[in-house]
Every structure is written in C-alpha cells, then in structure tokens.
C-alpha cells in the first residue's frame, strides 16, 4: 500500500505531503489543475520515464519521497534481498532530480540504480488508463495475463524446462554434424598421421635420452683407452696389487713392531675398501662404452626420425606422445561419428517431443483458461453498458519457444456483427476504459499486491455507466489500495476518501495544492462536478443523493 507521498520543488508543486488510504482513494479537480502532475512525480520516484524537466522553475532540485507498506511475502522483498539493499516491511523511496537533469535515487536511505528502482516499482505500482501500453493494451503481455488468470505457472514451467532441453540437445546436434564435418575434411591427413605415430611410437623424454647416448657413443673410442689403463693402474697389476702385498708384509712384521704398524695397516685396509669400488666404477664404465657399431647408426636413425616428425607437426619432441593421443582420438571420433550422431538426434527427437507434448498441454490449459476469462468478462461488461459487445481471447499456432506454441491476443466487438480487432484499435475511448476496467477486475481475481492506479479510465462516460464504473473500482478497492483521478461524479462519491487538486497564483507563480476533503467538502465538490462552477441546492441535493447510494 501507499502510504505516503511527499512532493518538493516539482512542476508546479512546491511542497505537498499526502497521506494515502487503504481502499478507493479520488483525486478530482479542474482539468489542468495539476492532477497529471501528481501521477508524473509518483512516476518518477518510480524510476518511470516521463517528462524530461521536472524541476520547479527557480529551485535546484525537485524531490520526491513514497513510502510504501510490505506485506509479508510481497516480491518487493525479494528484489531488495538480491539488490542487497535494507528490507523489512517499510519501504521508502526516495529520488532527486537537480536542475542541471542528474537524477540520484535512494532506497531506504540506500543508494540505488534507476534499474533496480524500474524493477520494485513493477512490484508496487500498476497504472492504467485510456493511453496504457504498459499493461492490458499490450499484444505482448495479454499471454501471461491468460496464463496467471488460468494459474497455468506449473505448465507453463514444464513447458520452458522442456524447452531448454530442446535446445540444449539441438545445439548438441549441431555442434557434433559441425566437428563431424571438419574431421571429413581431414581425414586423408588424420589417417596417414595417425599412421606415422603408430609406426614410430615416440616415448615422453626419449628424445634427450636418444641424444645423451649418442653423445656417449661418439666420445667412447676417444676416452676408452684412458679409463681401460686407470682401469689397469687400480687392478691387481697396479696400486690393488701393491696395496695387497705391502698389507701382507707389514701383517707378518707386526708381530715383532710392538704394535706400531697397527695404524698404517688399518689405513691399508680402507684403502683397499676405496680402491675396489673405485675399480668396480671404472670396469661398469668400460662396459657401458662398449657397443656394437651399429647401435650409434641405429641410435642416430630414431633420433632424427623423431626430431624430423616434431618438425613436420610444429610440435616439441616430447610432445609427440600427446599429439599422437589426440590424432587417435580425432580419428576414433571419426570412424564412430555416425553412430554418435545417431545418438545425439534421437536425443533430440525425444527432447521435441517432450516440448511439443508438453506445448500442447499448456495449448489445451490456456484454451480452457480463454473461454472462462471471455465468460468472465462478459458478465463485467453488462453492468458496464456493454452487454452488446463481444470480448473474445484467441489463440493462434505460433513459432515454438520458451512459453510454448501459442500467439495470444485480446479483441473484441463493440457492435453485433462487427469484425473484431485488436482490443487497442477498435474501441473508442470511452469503451476501451470499461473493457480495461472489466478486463482488470476479472484478472486481479482476490487481493492485489500492487497499488493500481486509473487515471481517468471513466473519460467519455457518465450516467449509469459512470456509476457501474465507480462500483467496479470500488470492487477492485476492497482487496487492495486504488487511486482514481476522474471527473465523474458518479466515482467520486463511491470513494472511500477523496483529495481536491487545486491550481493558485501566489506572487506570480502558478501552484499546485490537494486537499484531503471532509464530508461536508466533499458534497460540495461533487455538486460542483455535477453542475460547474455555480454549485446551486440542487446540485448539492444530487451530490448528497449519490453518497449516500453509495
């Protein structure tokens, strides 16, 4: 509900704090007296678009404040929780707009995008009126408005699950006939490659080790001879042997030495421990060096052949494993694409057929939802002076898509035997306003989460009608919060509170004010409705007459 809205420094208001009832509220006043006025600021605190310059002529900014109660559950809360911005059940919003055009907007003293303010008013606020393309008279809305009329929301939610997985398997499809198509084009080169990899099969690091061995080879005739004489020079002919008798002699001198030779034959011993391993070392070395001839010939073939098919594939030697992986896995991919798009398109004729059932379903729901809304309708527009008229929702086959396979539209007939047509094309002013009137209290069903706004919807009625007009607001009210700007006096006094807008002249400036009005008041501006500027007894016996009908 709306509570409050404070306006400073817009247009014509300079300063104006409204206080805002449950129920049906009626603002009424003189035309041009600045009742649109009203409706452009709650806009844009709103973040609506709307009239360019704002600013009250002479101040630096114009500001506007609505504060707003939330419901438990309202979906304003949701949108806050997401924005991070404060929730709770108290709601202020709070725009500015400085003389210069920059806008700044504040949600709960929380600085706010004007996107994030679009998307909670769309939650707060609903207007609708003779020129409304935000609502009923939009071709693109009327098919969610059937579906929330039908509650089809558990359909509707099969139908774009089913839809997604339609499309998710379709471009499955076409991404598999895509890489298919390219692997055709290559598959003289795939086999033959995949060929040569076999044929070589190159190992991760066999590459340096192939080079390191060759290295080996070539340099073991020149340092064979070196290490076969160290190899000599360490044995028992050389320091070994010598070492081994010099032990022997001194072992049978130290019985006679006293115990002085103890030390240098320990030292021996470990000598020969040292020499042994050394001479082990070197005889392993001598027998690595030894190879057959043709191994370095052998050797050197693989390296180069490896070295050659790196180059030839622009890739690193110790890449080839890898490369070789992915050539294989390439060509599987080829030899099983056939039987892997067979796979994939009967994924996908299953998916079309889960969507159309599934479309066809929501198809027959939202038939069935059409004939109850057209009854419904039509039972409003009899009380509404329309009861010739014909309210018709048609259902056309459309492309498929995320909401199924059906185009919606509201037309109607405003004479017997006339073609219908688009609801926002045939009817004239006065007949659009009682068709949006009957069309919302048909679709707004029990309490509304939204504030609905009509501004003037009763233009080009009066009457009888004007009165069928007001009970159907007063309806509409009783669930919820309506505000009305009319000059129907028939509307007026059903009201459960009414505000006059008034336009002065105070020091040259043109103002605007409201004014909640008593009863008293408000006989006296009913009869001024009903009979103009002179407001004569009669006029006030008539206004009294229709409040108290009401």
Not at 46 to 70: H, M, P
Not at 526 to 537: H, N
Request: with cysteine; proline share 3%; net charge negative.
């Amino acid at each position: 509900m709306l509570r409050t809205l404070d306006i400073r420094d817009m247009l014509i208001i300079d300063r104006l704090e409204l206080t805002f009832q449950p129920g049906l509220n009626a603002l009424t006043g003189e035309t041009g007296a600045g009742k649109s006025i009203l409706l452009d600021s709650l806009g844009f605190v709103l973040g609506w678009r709307g009239r360019a310059e704002l600013v009250r002529k002479g101040a630096d900014q114009g500001e506007v404040v609505a504060e707003f109660d939330l419901a438990e559950g309202h979906p304003a809360h949701a949108i806050l929780a997401e924005a991070g911005l404060p929730g709770g059940n108290e709601l202020i919003l709070r725009r500015i707009n400085t003389a210069d055009g920059r806008k700044t907007a504040y949600v709960n003293d929380r600085r706010c995008s004007g996107e994030v303010l679009r998307q909670l008013s769309e939650t707060l606020v609903e207007l609708h009126g003779q020129h409304d393309d935000r609502g009923l008279l939009n071709p693109r809305g009327h098919m969610a408005l059937l579906d929330e009329f039908g509650q089809l929301d558990a359909a509707r939610a099969t139908v774009r699950t089913a839809w997604s997985a339609r499309q998710t398997a379709a471009k499955a499809v076409e991404t598999a006939e895509g890489a298919l198509a390219q692997l055709r084009e290559e598959e003289d080169y795939l086999r033959h490659a995949v060929d040569e990899m076999r044929a070589l099969s190159p190992q991760p690091g066999e590459e340096a080790e192939l080079d390191a061995r060759r290295r080996l080879m070539q340099a073991s005739e020149r340092i064979r001879s070196d290490i076969g004489r160290a190899a000599q020079a360490l044995g028992t002919d050389g320091a070994e042997g010598a070492a081994g008798d010099a032990l022997r002699w001194l072992e049978d001198a130290a019985q006679q030495a006293g115990g002085q030779l103890d030390g240098p034959i320990a030292a021996i011993g470990r000598a020969l421990v040292e020499l042994d391993e050394a001479a082990r070392g070197v005889s392993d070395c001598l027998e690595a060096l030894t190879f057959n001839p043709l191994e370095l010939e052998e050797t050197e073939e693989r390296l180069f052949a490896i070295r050659a098919l790196a180059r030839k594939h622009d890739v690193a030697a110790d890449d080839l494993g890898a490369f070789a992986a992915d050539l294989e896995a390439r060509l599987t991919a080829l030899d099983s694409g056939e039987s892997d798009m067979s796979a994939l398109r009967g994924a996908l004729q299953r998916a079309e057929t889960e969507y159309r059932d599934a479309a066809n379903v929501l198809s027959v729901a939202r038939k069935e939802a059409a004939g109850r809304l057209d009854a419904s309708v039509m039972a409003e527009l009899a009380p509404l002076k329309m009861e010739r008229a014909v309210f018709e929702t048609t259902l056309t086959e459309a492309s498929a898509g995320p909401s199924g396979i059906d185009e919606v539209a509201f037309r109607v007939a405003t004479n017997p035997g006339a073609p219908s047509g688009p609801l926002a094309k045939i009817a004239s002013g006065g007949e659009l306003s009682r068709f949006l009137l009957a069309l919302k209290v048909c679709l707004t069903g029990g309490a509304s989460e939204r504030v609905l706004i009509f501004d003037e919807i009763d233009r080009g009625v009066g009457g009888a009608t004007a009165d069928a007009v007001g009970r159907r607001l007063s309806q509409l009210a009783h669930s919820g919060q309506v505000l009305v700007v009319t000059h129907s006096p028939q509307v007026a006094a059903l009201a459960g509170h009414h505000w006059r807008v008034e336009k002065r002249v105070e020091d040259g400036m043109t103002l605007s004010t409201v004014t909640p009005l008593s009863r008293d008041e408000r006989v006296g501006e009913i009869a001024r409705m009903l009979s103009g500027d002179t407001v004569t007894a009669q006029a006030r016996a008539a206004a009294e007459a229709l409040m108290a009908a009401g």
